[in-house]
Nanobody, 119 residues
Framework: QVQLVESGGGLAQPGGSLRLSCAAS????????MGWYRQAPGKQRELVAI???????NSEDSVKGRFTISRDNAKNTVYLQMNSLKPEDTAVYYC?????????????WGQGTQVTVSS
């Protein structure tokens, strides 16, 4: 079993910053892709940013230039530095990891952390 434990959500003012962290633990051979999705009330879950083990990234257009994803592969941890936050960034943010165990690959989700941007 693999667990993803998120931290760092909360309340920020518009223009402010927050940093999310997500640590994976358990039976893990490798994590080819790890990243973040978000879901706002009444909307579908959407990609925020993901990063491969080799450092390749993919991110949603609205966060480019404001959010930065990074990984510590040795710690199986992914971070999301969120700057210049806007009210429309308000959502539950979910950590996501594609985990390889032996010959198999599984997708895991964290429990979600609330990010609220409001004055």
């Amino acid at each position: 079993q693999v667990q993803l434990v998120e931290s760092g959500g909360g309340l920020a003012q518009p223009g402010g910053s927050l940093r999310l962290s997500c640590a994976a633990s358990g039976s893990i051979d490798s994590i080819p892709t790890m990243g973040w999705y978000r879901q706002a009330p009444g909307k579908q879950r959407e990609l925020v940013a993901i990063m491969s083990t080799g450092g390749q990234t993919n991110s949603e257009d609205s966060v480019k230039g404001r959010f930065t994803i990074s990984r510590d592969n040795a710690k199986n941890t992914v971070y999301l530095q969120m700057n210049s936050l806007k009210p429309e960034d308000t959502a539950v943010y979910y950590c996501n990891a594609d985990v390889v165990v032996g010959a198999y690959q599984f997708r895991y989700w964290g429990q979600g952390t609330q990010v609220t941007v409001s004055s």
